[in-house]
């Protein structure tokens, strides 16, 4: 769904007229101004629905007035209404972000404060560690080797060899390798390439020689025409590729290989990151590389790390079974 259909949705919420226009202006800034992701876009609005809703079956017709006047009472029977349906922590952390961008832009505009979100706690979420596959299980998923005996084209198997050794030899999540334009195509010679990550932000990523030879090999296979200013990775009728040929991709090399469930496109990322950082990869370095904006998030690869070195321990220490 694009930016402005995720705001014309939104017109059709609960509220009077002045409410709507504000719900609508809030999202379409979302996504031209502060450029987030469509998808966020599309829960926020979707969190701010089911708020309105329930403020609807309570207290009327939502208005503006009316949530500036909100009491923290109400903010938590609407969370509580939310857990009696089993939402996760995770989900009501990102309703109550969405509910308070939605206040500030009110306020920002001269509607006034809806100062009973300050009142109420985000719920504490552990964060989910990283899920990285082991050296020799990433190298397999990403060896063209593993699929040359599949009933397919070989302009398509070395189409998702391309994309799998951009996840793990670049890191890039699978978003930004299928965002790539055919003129952006990283090729022997070139040394770097640029994406376009989360929120619109741009970042330059060093290229190997055996992730360019990959990408060459695709498009040295590849019988559709690709234009300069069209997607560099194409589907079997030309249009965009779709993240979803490259899951199922992965799930059948990780039914041959034996691998869990958790062997996934975005764990070659994770593999990128946490075989750096077993390789003494500088942290702020893999931060970069990644395109993370906070170095906590980098930073749960040193977890990751600690575990697997813990288990080691527990495992080879003559003392550790006693």
């Given at each position: 769904?694009?930016?402005?259909e995720?705001?014309?949705?939104?017109?059709l919420?609960?509220?009077?007229?002045?409410?709507?226009?504000?719900?609508?202006?809030w999202?379409?800034?979302?996504?031209?101004?502060?450029?987030?992701?469509?998808?966020?876009?599309?829960?926020?609005?979707?969190?701010?629905?089911?708020?309105?809703?329930?403020?609807a079956?309570?207290?009327?017709?939502?208005?503006?007035?009316?949530?500036?006047?909100?009491?923290?009472?109400?903010?938590r029977?609407?969370?509580?209404?939310?857990?009696?349906?089993?939402?996760?922590?995770?989900?009501?952390?990102?309703?109550?972000?969405?509910?308070?961008?939605?206040?500030?832009?009110l306020?920002?505009?001269?509607?006034?404060?809806?100062?009973?979100?300050?009142?109420?706690?985000?719920?504490?979420v552990?964060?989910?560690?990283?899920?990285?596959?082991?050296?020799?299980?990433?190298?397999?998923?990403?060896?063209?080797?593993?699929?040359?005996?599949?009933?397919?084209?070989?302009?398509?198997?070395?189409?998702?060899?391309?994309?799998?050794?951009l996840?793990?030899g670049?890191?890039?999540?699978?978003?930004?390798?299928?965002?790539?334009?055919?003129?952006?195509?990283?090729?022997?010679?070139?040394?770097?390439v640029?994406?376009?990550?989360?929120g619109?932000?741009?970042?330059?990523?060093?290229?190997?020689?055996?992730?360019?030879?990959?990408v060459?090999?695709?498009?040295?296979?590849?019988?559709?025409?690709?234009?300069?200013?069209?997607?560099?990775?194409?589907?079997?009728?030309?249009?965009?590729?779709?993240?979803?040929?490259?899951?199922?991709?992965?799930?059948?090399?990780?039914?041959?290989?034996?691998?869990?469930?958790?062997?996934?496109p975005?764990?070659?990322?994770?593999?990128?990151?946490?075989?750096?950082?077993?390789?003494?990869?500088?942290l702020?370095?893999?931060?970069?590389?990644?395109?993370?904006?906070?170095?906590?998030?980098?930073?749960?690869?040193?977890q990751?790390?600690?575990?697997?070195?813990?288990?080691?321990?527990?495992?080879?220490?003559?003392?550790?079974?006693?």
């Open positions: 769904m694009s930016a402005r995720t705001a014309d949705h939104l017109v919420l609960p509220g009077d007229a002045h409410l709507r226009e504000a719900v609508r202006a999202a379409d800034g979302l996504a031209r101004e502060r450029r987030m992701a469509p998808n966020t876009v599309e829960a926020y609005g979707r969190d701010l629905r089911q708020f309105l809703v329930h403020l079956s309570r207290h009327g017709t939502p208005t503006i007035p009316m949530l500036v006047a909100l009491k923290v009472r109400d903010i029977a609407f969370m509580a209404a939310r857990r009696a349906d089993e939402v996760s922590g995770r989900s009501l952390m990102r309703m109550l972000a969405g509910l308070r961008s939605f206040a500030r832009f306020e920002r505009e001269g509607f006034g404060s809806v100062s009973a979100l300050g009142g109420v706690r985000s719920p504490k552990p964060r989910r560690l990283p899920r990285p596959l082991p050296v020799a299980a990433a190298v397999a998923l990403t060896d063209t080797g593993l699929r040359a005996g599949e009933e397919r084209e070989p302009w398509i198997l070395a189409r998702d060899a391309a994309v799998l050794a996840l793990y670049a890191g890039l999540r699978i978003s930004e390798a299928l965002g790539l334009m055919r003129r952006d195509a990283p090729l022997p010679g070139s040394d770097q640029t994406v376009l990550g989360k619109g932000k741009q970042r330059m990523v060093p290229i190997l020689p055996v992730v360019a030879q990959a060459a090999d695709y498009l040295a296979a590849c019988p559709l025409p690709l234009p300069p200013e069209g997607p560099l990775f194409v589907g079997a009728r030309g249009g965009p590729l779709s993240p979803r040929i490259i899951q199922y991709t992965v799930a059948r090399a990780r039914g041959a290989l034996g691998l869990p469930d958790s062997a996934t975005h764990a070659l990322r994770h593999s990128f990151a946490t075989h750096l950082l077993a390789r003494q990869g500088e702020r370095a893999i931060q970069e590389l990644l395109g993370h904006a906070s170095l906590s998030t980098t930073q749960l690869y040193t990751v790390d600690a575990a697997r070195l813990m288990s080691a321990y527990a495992a080879a220490h003559p003392r550790a079974g006693r």
